[in-house]
């Protein structure tokens, strides 16, 4: 006996496993919306990596710091604008590591707003499309952020020769 169409059983089924996949999609993004006044910038990592994106997902913070938003794939978040107010100040500094140098500060790039206005970034830190983000480490109120693991949260360092002895210490391990 050959069979031509579903049962009215089966299509309850399929519509009740639909409303159940929607409900917990809507809300996965109702969440994504509330973390972001839980953010603080060890928590900054793991909130970008949450953004969906194709290409990349940016933390940008012009002039004083006064005001930062979240470009996703380049453009602006509007959902977010306003949320990261006051985030960071101007005291804040982004360092890289190098092995033979030591720490490097990071020179500050140049962004140009919608209307073509020259504004200098005062931080700026992003995820590319494979959740990998900037290797840099950030100074901000007297602690020092390690934004460079992969597959753990953002330590916390109190000085820059502890984040120097760490690296030193996991180079020698990989050397070895």
């Known amino acids: 006996m050959k069979r ?28 994504v919306a509330d973390r972001s006044e839980q953010v603080t910038l060890k928590t900054l990592k793991e ?22 938003n979240i470009f996703v794939d380049s453009k602006l978040d509007e959902s977010v604008k306003g949320l ?15 092995f033979y140098q030591g720490m490097q500060p990071i020179i500050k790039k140049v962004y140009f707003n919608d209307e073509d206005v020259e504004e200098d970034v005062c931080f700026s830190y992003t995820i590319d499309k494979k959740g990998v983000g900037n290797q840099v480490f950030v100074e901000y109120n007297k602690k020092f952020y390690d934004f460079t693991t992969y597959f753990e949260q953002t330590p916390v360092y ?3 020769s502890d984040i120097v002895k760490n690296k030193e210490k996991s ?6």
């Open 4 to 31: 031509y169409a579903f049962s009215l059983i089966e299509l309850l089924i399929v519509i009740v496993i639909i409303g159940v996949v929607y409900t917990l999609a809507i809300k996965s993004f109702g969440r």
């Open 47 to 68: 909130y970008l990596q949450s953004i969906p994106h194709r290409k990349s997902v940016e933390f940008l913070c012009l002039d004083d710091c006064a005001s930062c």
């Open 84 to 98: 990261f107010d006051n985030f960071l100040d101007s005291s804040v500094k982004v360092y890289r590591y190098d």
């Open 158 to 160: 109190n000085s820059l």
């Open 171 to 176: 180079v020698n391990e990989v050397l070895r």
